[in-house]
């Protein structure tokens, strides 16, 4: 985060200009407004963050701005100016020309970005040759040094490859390039860095943020994670339902916020100092309203603890100018009424459970694949990739099992291995004494299926689209046994939906009529239909809007307690982990690398994948100072790991560890403390003597000017 | 008696649809050279939330051409509607209106009622929503109305297998006569579409034909879609070996020369070894199993309901299935007479027998690709970890998602069927000789093409019409599904 070039530019033009920008799109039944009344400057070399839920419009300000909004989509009002220039008054050929050149985007998919087709190095030398018609040594020469830039190694090779040869996040350090190839004066990110893993991502933003400094490029960054934005940008914008709702400088609206819906939006994220007991989230009430059913006055207002009857609903709200810091403005009309210190209002402190028995337990299990060689010949070398290598823990009655990691790390297979879609290559799971690990789940009992169950990650994809809802839950007390009748089965069923708070007539709609976070509910209201003893819960919150979020996780903890269910959280959201986790396990490459309470693993000393896993999450809090650590390399394949100790390939610490014990012996587990364990060759002073990654500096009651 | 003109009392009328079809044509080529050189009108938004567009000359030529074919299309109903209240008096196409009477009523009544509660009949209300979709529904309806009514008599004007030495290669038409100078009395008066070389009515012969393809095709299609789907969903679902060998199995028969095979079946002498029937025999199992295990896997839980309907549904199904492949006489003689229910003629099953086979290769095809792609699903892996079987997985959890490109896909192929019974009547194979059906019309039409076309033009344009219309539809259906 760079200090505003703030009042002394104020009389330079800016980039872009959007002033009072509405959008439309046109239906056979009606026209929807995507986007109304939305302005935002960015100055040159400034990044302005564009922050909201899905639906809210903020792609469709993005693809106003690259003049691509389809055959539906229309401005209907207000203009963008890029360099004083309206784009609207633009010819297509002049469209075409600032496209790419001058101003460039960078999209969520990369692979998508890409032509499966053509080396890197064509893409790549492509946008000088077309803009630029440079000759064709000249834009190889440029490309190799924008691939330096983007720091991938050994670039002459990457120009020589095609995109499926790279990795996810390789592929969107080369998006970038081609980005930044025609050197264009705004570059647009929407959501750049979603589909990547939490260390890929923290190595894409720091790259981002360096690349914007050297080469003075502005920047709209596009996201839903308030916490890659404090990184990113210098000024904000919080979108909700097609409007602004709030702007100004990062410190002004993350400290000194002044719109109800910001304000909902933090309490909403688990930022450090959340706690589920004490102090737990505060979802934000009601629904997203379709663009169609907005709310007359503010779109805000039915969702508002705040809301004024006759007021707040009376008329459109402009977007009122605050004394406070530079151009902050907010589009509510009781801004300097509210008690903007208040805390939050129903926020309802729950006992802590203490974990009871021990439910599962976990000893050396080991699940290697076999995959042949070459996909022509059956029955010659086969290759093993060793998804799980050595895994061991127990978890108790009432308690959140934490599981971290990134894609890779071996965390679906355990899952399949513990349901029983897969069967155990070695080691022993046991299931209240009983071991599962080589029962596949067609010869394990009803009890046994029914006791152990899975909530999904993708809500459009847990239930099943042509089937009522009712229909999926009664099917599953159909499977467990529950009910001798099918009347005493929907009663069940019934009940079951006032479990995870959905109204009954939800029984009878089609999955297709229900929001992510409500089919997510029926999804958990699936899994505990048999009085699951453990629930593993894959990613559960981590496709749902930030507000939805909490609900989702508080109902999961809530049912929790009552039911005294088992949970295994398998995330790599370090947030939402240290917000709801009793304990947590790291796992990396088939390995459990750390092991603990929560408290243990959040704090030194740490594994040293744990720390670069604690630096790489963006918090959405100024007060947050991180240690700045960032993996080099990519994840090794589980087909052919490296030998010694499975990290050894990117640790920070290796030459710590006297002689080369780290490339040759698999570190054993050690115990710190209590029950908290890290698997790593460090002595002990190495160690004790790690400082925290993260610390919370005293939250400053003026922030400077 | 006089012979029928084509347009009768509406004749003043024909110029004027000549000369707005030409109309069309020309403006739209027009329409197409100036989009060169002028730019399109600028649109406007509008404070009450529509677009509005500025009227320039591109826009005035798109109006013009829309007026042009409007207006041909409104003589065209004046045919239709005229004809049906003139009869005669209109002409050839007036009779031919009024007999297909009962067809108008029921196409209009579908249509009303489809209209009026569109909103809440899913994806086939969706389908009004598209007129490339209606226009695919009426044709595809006209012909099934027609094929239906007369069957029963209400539409054929004479017997479809009825010769007379006196309309040999008539004209359309003419008045019918028995015998040269006979007047028949108390049957229809004219061939309206005239007489083949045998002397039948091509008219009464192009209704009838219609009867054997809608009997035919769906049914057929429908068992290829059994046979594909209850082999497809297992090569996906469990891969491995079995999919190595039914998909080769598949590419097989893909492999094998279509025409050639239907030659091969119909051979008496392979007849004679009973191998069509053995086929039928093992195909028309595969519907059984497809419901048998449908609805074990759904009830399985609950055997008070479950046992009763098996047993119920299989011994049900199971007496069509032998009654069907039971044959007096035949290489398959199982169930005694008393018991059979219908006799099927050898020649159609033959016919049934080669559509299944060379379809279902390719719904299987179809099938497995999509169930590829479905079994990936959290709702598939939420299934396997509550402990379902494989069918109920395959059955009710992945073909249910798979159903809109397999419906779309099933129109199209009953509109291939169709070209396939038309090539079979066309070769002579599996169906007798004087059959009404289209593809052996126009054979018999073929030999004097030059001289007497109507005989084989009437038959090749309804099959067209028929398979546009199947393939319109299954695009309409198509482009309806994809919007949700």
């Known amino acids: 985060m760079s200090d505003t070039p703030a009042q002394a530019d104020a009389e330079e033009t800016p980039i872009l200009e959007i002033d009072h920008l509405s959008i439309s799109f046109f239906t056979r039944l009606r026209e929807i407004p995507a986007v109304m009344d939305f302005s935002v400057k960015v100055m040159p070399g400034e990044a302005v963050g564009l922050v909201g839920e899905s639906g809210c419009g903020k792609s469709t300000v993005a693809l106003g701005v690259m003049q691509d909004l389809g055959v539906n ?27 790419g050149s001058k101003i460039a985007m960078i999209y969520q998919e990369p692979m998508a970005s890409l032509n499966p087709a053509m080396k890197i190095g064509r893409q790549l030398m492509e946008v000088p040759m077309i803009h630029e018609k440079v000759s064709k040594s000249e834009a190889r020469a440029r490309a190799l040094e924008v691939v330096a830039d983007v720091k991938l190694p050994d670039p002459e090779r990457i120009l020589d490859a095609y995109p499926h040869q790279l990795s996810g996040g390789q592929q969107q350090r080369i998006v970038i390039a081609m980005a930044l190839m025609a050197n264009p004066a705004l570059l647009i990110l929407d959501e750049p860095t979603t589909a990547l893993d939490v260390t890929v991502e923290a190595a894409v933003i720091e790259l981002v943020r360096d690349l914007g400094k050297k080469y003075g490029t502005s920047m709209l960054f596009i996201s839903h994670n308030l916490g890659l934005v404090l990184e990113t940008c210098d000024r904000l914008c919080v979108m909700y339902s097609g409007e602004a709702v709030e702007t100004g400088r990062i410190e002004d609206v993350f400290d000194r916020m002044r719109h109800p819906y910001t304000q909902a939006l933090f309490r909403s994220i688990p930022l450090p100092g959340a706690d589920k007991n004490q102090k737990p989230l505060v979802a934000i009430p009601g629904n997203f309203p379709l663009p169609h059913e907005r709310p007359p006055g503010c779109n805000f207002g039915p969702r508002c603890d705040y809301f004024e009857a006759g007021r707040c609903d009376a008329q459109a709200i402009p977007m009122f100018g605050l004394d406070q810091g530079d151009r902050h403005e907010t589009r509510c009309l009781r801004h300097d009424e509210i008690d903007w210190t208040r805390l939050a209002i129903d926020g309802v402190e729950t006992a802590r459970t203490e974990p009871g028995d021990v439910v599962l337990k976990v000893d050396e299990l080991q699940k290697h694949y076999e995959v042949a060689a070459s996909a022509l010949l059956r029955g010659g070398e086969t290759k093993v990739v060793k998804a799980n290598e050595s895994l061991s823990f127990d978890a108790r009655e009432s308690e959140t099992l934490a599981i971290v990691g990134e894609s890779g790390c071996g965390k679906s297979t355990f899952a399949k291995v513990l349901m029983g879609l897969e069967t155990a290559t070695s080691g022993a799971i046991s299931l209240r004494n009983t071991p599962i690990q080589n029962t596949a ?233 209590g029950g908290h364990q890290v698997k790593c060759h460090l002595d002990r002073a190495h160690l004790d003597a790690m400082e925290p990654v993260i610390t919370l500096a005293e939250p400053s009651a003026e922030p400077a000017e | 008696m006089e012979p029928l003109s084509w347009t009768g009392a509406f004749a003043p009328l024909v110029p004027v649809l000549w000369t707005a079809l030409a109309a069309v044509a020309i403006l739209a080529l027009l329409r197409w050279i100036a989009g060169f050189f002028l730019s399109e009108g600028d649109t406007q938004t509008q404070s009450d939330g529509t677009l509005a567009v500025t009227r320039g000359p591109l826009e005035m030529l798109d109006l013009a051409t829309w007026w042009a074919l409007l207006a041909a299309l409104a003589v065209v109903a004046i045919f239709v509607a005229g004809g049906a209240a003139l009869a005669e008096g209109a002409g050839i196409l007036g009779a031919m209106s009024r007999r297909l009477l009962p067809v108008w009523i029921a196409l209009a009544s579908t249509f009303a009622l489809s209209l009026t509660f569109k909103r809440r009949l899913g994806l086939y209300g969706k389908l009004f929503d598209s007129t490339i979709g209606m226009i695919g529904f009426a044709l595809v309806m006209f012909w099934v109305f027609a094929a239906f009514m007369g069957a029963f008599g209400l539409i054929v004007t004479h017997d479809p297998l009825g010769q007379s030495g006196a309309m040999k290669n008539e004209l359309p038409g003419m008045p019918y006569t028995r015998m040269l100078g006979e007047v028949a009395e108390g049957s229809y008066p004219y061939y309206l579409l005239g007489g083949d070389n045998l002397g039948r009515d091509v008219f009464s012969r192009m209704i009838a034909g219609s009867w054997v393809v809608v009997q035919i095709a769906p049914m057929a299609t429908a068992f290829a879609f059994m046979v594909g789907i209850t082999l497809g969903l297992p090569a996906a679902y469990k891969g491995g070996r079995l999919d190595e060998l039914l998909s080769f199995l598949a590419n097989l028969i893909l492999a094998f020369p279509v025409i050639l095979l239907f030659y091969l079946l119909v051979t008496p002498e392979i007849v004679e070894t009973g191998i069509p029937a053995y086929m039928a025999a093992v195909m028309f199992l595969f519907p059984i199993a497809f419901i048998a295990i449908l609805l074990n896997s759904r009830y399985r839980t609950r055997p008070a309901l479950n046992t009763p309907l098996l047993i119920a549904v299989i011994g049900g199904l199971g007496w069509v299935y032998l009654s069907l492949i039971s044959e007096r006489f035949g290489p398959l003689d199982i169930l005694p007479q008393a018991l059979d229910l219908f006799d ?70 009953v509109g291939y069927t169709t070209i396939l019974l038309g090539t079979l009547g066309f ?26 076309p109507h005989p084989a033009i009437v038959p090749a344009l309804s099959l067209l019409s028929l398979v546009l219309g199947l393939n319109l539809l299954a695009d309409g259906l198509r482009e309806e599904s994809l919007r949700d």
């Open chain 1, 73 to 99: 989509g229309e401005i209907v009002g207000g203009s963008i100016r890029f360099r004083g220039r309206d784009l609207s008054e633009m010819s297509e050929a002049e469209l075409r020309d600032i496209r």
């Open chain 1, 441 to 673: 789940i067609e010869d394990r009992d009803t009890a046994t299926v029914a006791d152990v169950q899975m909530v999904f990650q993708n809500p459009f994809d847990t239930l099943n689209p042509s089937m009522t809802v009712g229909r999926q839950i009664m099917r599953a007390l159909e499977i467990f046994g529950i009910g001798d009748s099918d009347a005493a089965r929907r009663e069940r069923m019934l009940a079951l939906l006032d479990l995870v708070k959905l109204p009954r007539e939800f029984a009878d709609r089609m999955p297709r009529q229900l929001s992510g976070g409500q089919k997510q509910r029926v999804g958990i209201a699936r899994a505990f239909a048999g009085d699951a003893r453990v629930v593993v819960a894959d990613e559960p919150v981590s496709a749902l809007d930030v507000s939805v979020q909490a609900a989702v996780a508080d109902l999961l903890m809530e049912i929790q307690r009552e039911q005294k269910t088992t949970l295994l959280f398998i995330s790599h959201d370090l947030g939402i982990v240290r917000y709801l986790a009793d304990r947590v396990l790291v796992m990396y490459l088939g390995h459990v690398v750390e092991i603990g309470t929560t408290e243990q693993v959040f704090a030194p000393p740490y594994h040293p994948y744990t720390e670069a896993l604690l630096s790489a999450v963006p918090i959405a809090d100024t007060r947050v100072k991180k240690k700045h650590i960032v993996l080099e390399g990519e994840i090794p394949s589980a087909m052919n790991p490296p030998p010694g100790c499975p990290f050894q390939t990117r640790c920070r610490w290796k030459s710590e560890v006297p002689g080369n014990k780290c490339e040759t012996e698999l570190p054993p587990m050690v115990t710190i403390s």
């Open chain 2, 344 to 413: 099927i003629p050898g020649g159609i099953l033959v016919v049934f027998v080669s559509v299944v086979f060379v379809n279902s290769p390719t719904v299987f095809r179809i099938v497995r690709g999509l169930a590829f792609d479905i079994k990936t699903r959290d709702y598939v892996a939420a299934a396997q970890t509550r402990g379902e079987g494989s069918w109920y997985i395959m059955l009710w959890e992945i073909l249910p998602n798979a159903r809109g490109p397999l419906i779309v896909d099933f129109c199209l192929r």
């Open chain 2, 427 to 452: 070769f002579g194979l599996g169906l007798p000789p004087e059959s009404p059906d289209w593809g052996s019309t126009i054979n018999d039409g073929r030999k004097l093409l030059a001289i007497y």
